[in-house]
């Protein structure tokens, strides 16, 4: 079964840094690029940037160029998403999303991690 | 960038037909768009219905259906359940692997 299995909840004060990951599963990592979408509490889908495992191509939706980073680890078949120093309005959900550009499809979901920031 | 808008809200009753639209702040929304068409009820993450305008995944129900119409995308709910109700992304490709959703449409099956 192909699927995207998140890290868990975090809860972190303002100024602290994190990372949250996305596992692959059930399919070739390197194969697939793979999105990062953030979903503030009571918004909408907000597309963040992606990144293809196979070579690192990383591409950021300008909101968010210089906000996260995106990387991956193809050895671990893992994708994340990091912050240097959070704020308060990084509080949100986060979804990753398998992407296969040969078909412009985006089909398997992670079921998300839930960011919260406060001090 | 671009902005990618959509109905706030759509009320439709059961066993009802209702089209939503996809437009773009640049002009019309072609093909090249890419469009895709989410689903998300409360709580769960999205799931997706519809990509590349009107390719369906093997979950995606059969009264469910993409399009182009008028120079926007189209989600068209053909014979509408009560479990169809949810919110509705639309998603655009632009230049450069730059995507922006659209604002959502809540849908009322009522």
């Known amino acids: 079964e192909v699927q995207l299995v998140q890290s868990g909840a975090e809860v972190k004060k303002p100024g602290e840094s994190l990372k949250i990951s996305c596992k692959g599963s059930?399919?070739?990592?390197?194969?697939?690029?793979i999105g990062w979408v953030r979903q503030m509490p009571g918004k909408g889908l907000e597309w963040m940037g992606i990144?293809?495992?196979?070579?690192?191509?990383?591409r950021y939706s300008p909101s968010f160029q210089g906000q996260v980073t995106i990387s991956a680890d193809k050895s671990i078949s893992t994708a994340y998403l990091q912050w240097s120093s959070l704020k308060a309005s990084d509080t949100a959900m986060y979804y990753c999303?398998?992407?296969?550009?040969?078909?412009?499809?985006?089909?398997?979901w992670g079921k998300g991690t839930t960011v919260t920031v406060s001090s | 960038q671009a902005v990618v808008t959509q109905e706030p809200s759509l009320t439709v009753s059961p066993g009802g037909t209702v089209t939503l639209t996809c437009g773009s702040s640049?002009?019309?929304?072609?093909?090249?768009?890419?469009p895709y068409w989410f689903q998300q009820k409360p709580g769960q993450a999205p799931r997706t219905l519809i990509y590349?305008?009107?390719n369906k995944h093997s979950w995606t129900p059969a009264r469910f259906s993409g399009s182009l119409l008028g120079g926007k995308a189209a989600l068209t709910l053909s014979g509408a359940q009560p479990e169809d109700e949810a919110e509705y992304y639309c998603?655009?490709?632009?230049?450069?692997?730059?995507?922006?959703f659209g604002t959502g449409t809540k849908v009322t099956v009522l």
């Open positions: 990144i293809y495992p196979g070579d690192s191509d990383t």
């Open positions: 059930g399919y070739s990592f390197t194969s697939y690029w």
């Open positions: 640049t002009g019309a929304v072609t093909s090249g768009h890419y």
């Open positions: 999303v398998r992407y296969a550009e040969a078909v412009y499809d985006m089909d398997v």
């Open positions: 590349d305008t009107s």
């Open positions: 998603l655009l490709s632009y230049s450069g692997a730059l995507y922006v």
